[in-house]
Structure formats: structure tokens, C-alpha cells
């Protein structure tokens, strides 16, 4: 009897999830396709490729070690790799791809799809729960969450008689040198120096000296082992802190495993629950992490299903201009915070979600820039960017392009937050307390600019309704808005 043919994505890595769950050597031949379209579409950072890459031959070369018959195909896209063996196989079957690009192609070559288990809310679990809901808060998920999968409940109650510990979560950087603790570097193997000779001449950026990701389920194991025994205890309380300190402080690093299946969200939460209880690591940073993994990673992916593959075009707030310079080039800009973020992001491809989120896409936001634009070098520069994670992240929550779909009001602050939540300000150029001098925090300039210039939109919004009255009361309004398009015009030339 002919075989199946088991196609495995580059972010479906795990023996025990989608097509490979239910396969064997004696039946199924394996494929899997390093795409030239997927290599030569963007501009990708030097550490995301590798990591892709690398980590797929591996998980091939585990995959032969087990006794599968192993296709590791070069094409110019996924399914005209697939095309040319497809012919010898009964089926071809894979999970369903984590992108509508992907559902798309495969589709129409007649890959049979078996439900995406890397998750652990299916797509139509999520619809159902969106389509009973009024608003789609994920403060409401979240909570849907705990209680469906009973993760951290005592009977119907949240353990710890709370749902969430933010007001616990939210403590600055330590002023005084702290002992951030310091995650391993994992050594290159033969697979891992293929990969950086082979993308060495592409047209890519970044820097690849640091080795911070590892490329197998082993790796992934001992990033996991180590931010438990390590990190766990105080991920809590600096879960939103930033400080040039620490690139890392207490986060796990552990959303590219994830979201290339070298670990899985279920059992990542097993874990964290297990030392939860044996180490008694307190509720706060339990729960801090819980949320970020059944919370915010189930959600977004929700999202991005439930809303559709013309989400991502969405520009509600009509930005117009291009990606700033800065984003590209740390030394574009002379703000302590963003170049030092964009610096860490050269090294890594990482950075945690409060710099992402309130700092260089807060300034996408205030600066006008076009959420495709900015959503385009998200993918391309984070080693955790999927699709369906970037899609939301920025049209929906960072960038408020698809009009309050997903959330009621923007994500945007001035330099006040970053001051309080960072250690950046101090070395900076510009004062995070004024708006309208020259040396005004182009964040707290843009802040008052952004709502000015988008009032007819929010200034009915209920949840809005402190930022607008402040805004009213503003003395030197005409003064912030001028210097404000100065901003804009200097960011744009890499002047600010
Ligand atoms: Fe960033 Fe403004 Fe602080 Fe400078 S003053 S580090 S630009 S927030």
C-alpha cells in the first residue's frame, strides 16, 4: 500500500503534535522544505533565519535518527516542493498551517489538513467563545481560559482569590546593579555552522555573534529548566521593567521554542505549574506567566483566525509615512531608549514585550507610521514573529489600525512611562518631563500630537475621556503640535 506523505512546517517541530502525532516509519515518509520564497522575501535578521532554519535540520535529522524515510527538499516555495513527490504518496497530509498564506497554498495542491494541536484553544473553540461575547477582552478570555482548563482555580475560584496580580507586576528596574541572572548560550554544532556558511552572502541584517538560541528540543528543555529553577521566582514584579542593565531580566526566552513546536504550550504550563507548587514560587509571578502563555499567545492566535486574512490591511488612523530610520540603524536616533533597544534587537532578535509594545511600537503609533510598514519589519527582525502572532500584536493592539476591534482604546503613552518603568532616561538627550522645548521627549511631544490630531475619532471614547480633558487643558498646545511635525520631519531623516 502506498505511503502517506507528512509534510512538516518549519513551526510544527514535535513528535507528539499535528501530522506526526499519529505517524510511523512503516507508513508515512516525512517532507519538509526550505522554500527560496521564504528566504528571499524579506530582509530577515541574520538570528530568525538561522534559528528557522537550523532548528528544522535538526528536527529532520532526529527524525531520520528515528527510521523515517526523510525528504529535506530545496524549492522555490512550499508547495511545488511538495508537487514533486506528491505523485508516489496515497495523501499528503500536515496540521493546518499557522497563516492563511500557507492554508491557501497547500490547499489548492490538495494537502489534507488535520486539526492544529500547537495550541491549546482550537480555532473553532476560540470563534465559539468570540461570537458569545460582547467585547473580545482578553482580560474575559483569560479568565475563560483558567476556568476551562482549570489552570490555577480552586473549584470555581482563582487560587490566590484573584484573577490577576498586575498591581503586584509592575515594579521599575532596582536603581541599585542587581543580579539579573544569566541565560545560557548554547554551543553551534555542524547543522548550526551549515546554516550561518550557507545564509552567509543573503541580504539580511543583524548580528549573529551571540548565542542565545538553540536550535534543538534539547536546547529548548534547558532554556525551560533554566528559567524555572532561575527566573520563575521573580518573573512577576519586573515582568513590564526595562533596563540597559539586563536585555533579559527575569523573562523566559521561551517564544521561539514555542512557536516553532520545540516546546508546547501545554506542557510549558505543566511545568511552571509543578514548580509553582513543589518550589512555592509566589502566586504573583505564577499567574504573570500563566497569562502570558494560556492568556495573550491563545488569544492572539484566536484573534488572527477570527478576524480574517484582510485584517492585516487595516489603517484606520490613515498613517501615511514610512518606517522610520531608527528601527533600521540604533545610531538614527539620539533617544537613550530606542537606540538601545534597537541595539539589543541587532544582537538577538529579542527583546521583551514592554519595549516592543510601549516603546518602539508606541512610536510607530505616534509617529504616523504605516501599520503595513512596520508590521512588514516586525516580522522580518523578532526571532519569535510569526504571522499570526505579528498580525494582531500590531494592526490590532499596538498600532489601533482595525478601529477598536480588539481593543477600546490605543496603546500609547509619553515619556512618563518609559521614565518610570526604565533606567533609559537618565542617559538621554531629551527630558521626558517637558513637550514643547527643543529638547521636549519626542514621546511625550508625539503623545499630546497623536491625540490631537485623532480627536474626532477618540475623543468620544469613554476611556479616553482623562487623556482628552488633559489635552484641553494644555497652555502651550500650539507650541507641542509645531514641534511635534518637527519630530515627525526629524525622525524621518534620522535626526531626532
Ligand atoms: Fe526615551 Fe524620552 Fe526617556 Fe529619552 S527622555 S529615554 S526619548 S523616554
Given at each position: 500500500?502506498?505511503?502517506?506523505?507528512?509534510?512538516?512546517?518549519?513551526?510544527?517541530?514535535?513528535?507528539?503534535?499535528?501530522?506526526?502525532?499519529s505517524?510511523?516509519?512503516?507508513?508515512?515518509?516525512?517532507?519538509?522544505?526550505?522554500?527560496?520564497?521564504?528566504?528571499?522575501?524579506?530582509?530577515?535578521?541574520?538570528?530568525?533565519?538561522?534559528?528557522?532554519?537550523?532548528?528544522?535540520?535538526?528536527?529532520?535529522?532526529?527524525?531520520?535518527?528515528?527510521?523515517?524515510?526523510?525528504?529535506?527538499l530545496?524549492?522555490?516555495?512550499?508547495?511545488?516542493?511538495?508537487?514533486?513527490?506528491?505523485?508516489?504518496?496515497?495523501?499528503?497530509?500536515?496540521?493546518?498551517?499557522?497563516?492563511?498564506?500557507?492554508?491557501?497554498?497547500?490547499?489548492?495542491?490538495?494537502?489534507?489538513?488535520?486539526?492544529?494541536?500547537?495550541?491549546?484553544?482550537?480555532?473553532?473553540?476560540?470563534?465559539?467563545?468570540?461570537?458569545?461575547?460582547?467585547?473580545?477582552?482578553?482580560?474575559?478570555?483569560?479568565?475563560?481560559?483558567?476556568?476551562?482548563?482549570?489552570?490555577?482555580?480552586?473549584?470555581?475560584?482563582?487560587?490566590?482569590?484573584?484573577?490577576?496580580?498586575?498591581?503586584?507586576?509592575?515594579?521599575?528596574?532596582?536603581?541599585?546593579?542587581?543580579?539579573?541572572?544569566?541565560?545560557?548560550?548554547?554551543?553551534r554544532?555542524?547543522?548550526?555552522?551549515?546554516?550561518i556558511?550557507?545564509?552567509?552572502?543573503?541580504?539580511?541584517?543583524?548580528?549573529?555573534?551571540?548565542?542565545?538560541?538553540?536550535?534543538?528540543?534539547?536546547?529548548?528543555?534547558?532554556?525551560?529548566?533554566?528559567?524555572?529553577?532561575?527566573?520563575?521566582?521573580?518573573?512577576?514584579?519586573?515582568?513590564?521593567?526595562?533596563?540597559?542593565?539586563?536585555?533579559?531580566?527575569?523573562?523566559?526566552?521561551?517564544?521561539?521554542?514555542?512557536?516553532?513546536?520545540?516546546?508546547?504550550?501545554?506542557e510549558?504550563?505543566d511545568?511552571?505549574?509543578?514548580?509553582?507548587?513543589?518550589?512555592?514560587?509566589?502566586?504573583?509571578?505564577?499567574?504573570?506567566?500563566?497569562?502570558?502563555?494560556?492568556?495573550?499567545?491563545?488569544?492572539?492566535?484566536?484573534?488572527?483566525?477570527?478576524?480574517?486574512?484582510?485584517?492585516?490591511?487595516?489603517?484606520?488612523?490613515?498613517?501615511?509615512?514610512?518606517?522610520?530610520?531608527?528601527?533600521?540603524?540604533?545610531?538614527?536616533?539620539?533617544?537613550?531608549?530606542?537606540?538601545?533597544?534597537?541595539?539589543?534587537?541587532?544582537?538577538?532578535?529579542?527583546?521583551?514585550?514592554?519595549?516592543?509594545?510601549?516603546?518602539?511600537?508606541?512610536?510607530?503609533?505616534?509617529?504616523?507610521?504605516?501599520?503595513?510598514?512596520?508590521?512588514?519589519?516586525?516580522?522580518?527582525?523578532?526571532i519569535?514573529?510569526?504571522?499570526?502572532?505579528?498580525?494582531?500584536?500590531?494592526?490590532?493592539?499596538s498600532?489601533?489600525?482595525?478601529?477598536?476591534?480588539?481593543?477600546?482604546?490605543?496603546?500609547?503613552?509619553?515619556?512618563?512611562?518609559?521614565?518610570?518603568?526604565?533606567?533609559?532616561?537618565?542617559?538621554?538627550?531629551?527630558?521626558?518631563?517637558?513637550?514643547?522645548?527643543?529638547?521636549?521627549?519626542?514621546?511625550t511631544?508625539?503623545?499630546?500630537?497623536?491625540?490631537?490630531?485623532?480627536?474626532?475619532?477618540?475623543?468620544?471614547?469613554?476611556?479616553?475621556?482623562?487623556?482628552?480633558?488633559?489635552?484641553?487643558?494644555?497652555?502651550?498646545?500650539?507650541?507641542?503640535?509645531?514641534?511635534?511635525?518637527?519630530?515627525?520631519?526629524?525622525?524621518?531623516r534620522?535626526?531626532?
Amino acid at each position: 500500500m502506498a505511503k502517506r506523505l507528512i509534510y512538516v512546517a518549519h513551526d510544527n517541530l514535535n513528535l507528539a503534535k499535528g501530522a506526526l502525532a499519529s505517524a510511523s516509519p512503516s507508513t508515512d515518509e516525512i517532507v519538509l522544505i526550505e522554500s527560496a520564497r521564504m528566504l528571499n522575501s524579506a530582509r530577515w535578521h541574520r538570528q530568525r533565519l538561522f534559528f528557522m532554519l537550523s532548528a528544522a535540520r535538526h528536527f529532520a535529522a532526529e527524525l531520520t535518527r528515528l527510521g523515517y524515510k526523510v525528504h529535506y527538499l530545496k524549492a522555490s516555495d512550499t508547495a511545488s516542493g511538495i508537487l514533486k513527490l506528491k505523485h508516489d504518496f496515497a495523501e499528503v497530509i500536515a496540521a493546518e498551517p499557522s497563516s492563511f498564506r500557507l492554508t491557501k497554498s497547500l490547499s489548492s495542491i490538495g494537502v489534507k489538513f488535520i486539526a492544529n494541536d500547537f495550541f491549546m484553544t482550537s480555532r473553532i473553540e476560540f470563534r465559539n467563545w468570540a461570537e458569545s461575547q460582547k467585547s473580545l477582552k482578553m482580560e474575559n478570555f483569560y479568565r475563560w481560559q483558567r476556568a476551562r482548563l482549570d489552570v490555577l482555580m480552586v473549584g470555581a475560584e482563582p487560587e490566590g482569590g484573584r484573577w490577576n496580580f498586575d498591581e503586584e507586576n509592575r515594579l521599575a528596574p532596582p536603581k541599585e546593579p542587581h543580579p539579573w541572572p544569566d541565560y545560557p548560550r548554547f554551543e553551534r554544532d555542524q547543522i548550526d555552522n551549515e546554516v550561518i556558511e550557507e545564509i552567509a552572502n543573503l541580504n539580511l541584517v543583524g548580528s549573529l555573534s551571540e548565542q542565545t538560541w538553540g536550535t534543538t528540543r534539547q536546547a529548548a528543555l534547558q532554556q525551560l529548566d533554566f528559567f524555572l529553577s532561575n527566573s520563575f521566582q521573580d518573573f512577576g514584579p519586573y515582568e513590564d521593567a526595562m533596563t540597559s542593565r539586563s536585555w533579559s531580566l527575569y523573562h523566559s526566552l521561551l517564544s521561539p521554542y514555542l512557536n516553532i513546536g520545540l516546546l508546547t504550550a501545554d506542557e510549558v504550563v505543566d511545568r511552571a505549574l509543578d514548580t509553582f507548587r513543589k518550589k512555592k514560587i509566589p502566586i504573583a509571578s505564577c499567574e504573570g506567566f500563566i497569562r502570558q502563555i494560556i492568556g495573550w499567545r491563545e488569544y492572539i492566535n484566536g484573534i488572527y483566525w477570527f478576524f480574517g486574512e484582510d485584517y492585516r490591511e487595516h489603517n484606520q488612523l490613515n498613517s501615511k509615512r514610512r518606517l522610520l530610520p531608527l528601527f533600521e540603524d540604533a545610531s538614527a536616533t539620539k533617544m537613550n531608549c530606542v537606540s538601545t533597544i534597537v541595539k539589543e534587537i541587532e544582537n538577538r532578535a529579542w527583546v521583551h514585550h514592554i519595549p516592543r509594545l510601549m516603546v518602539l511600537s508606541n512610536l510607530a503609533a505616534l509617529a504616523d507610521v504605516r501599520p503595513d510598514e512596520f508590521l512588514a519589519w516586525m516580522r522580518r527582525i523578532f526571532i519569535d514573529a510569526a504571522d499570526w502572532v505579528m498580525v494582531p500584536n500590531v494592526i490590532g493592539m499596538s498600532m489601533h489600525a482595525d478601529g477598536g476591534q480588539m481593543s477600546t482604546k490605543p496603546y500609547v503613552a509619553g515619556g512618563a512611562y518609559i521614565s518610570r518603568m526604565s533606567n533609559y532616561c537618565k542617559g538621554c538627550a531629551y527630558d521626558p518631563k517637558t513637550r514643547s522645548a527643543d529638547d521636549s521627549c519626542p514621546f511625550t511631544t508625539l503623545y499630546w500630537h497623536y491625540l490631537d490630531r485623532n480627536k474626532d475619532l477618540f475623543k468620544k471614547n469613554h476611556r479616553m475621556f482623562q487623556q482628552y480633558s488633559g489635552l484641553r487643558k494644555l497652555k502651550d498646545l500650539d507650541e507641542t503640535i509645531a514641534r511635534g511635525d518637527n519630530v515627525i520631519d526629524g525622525l524621518l531623516r534620522g535626526e531626532i
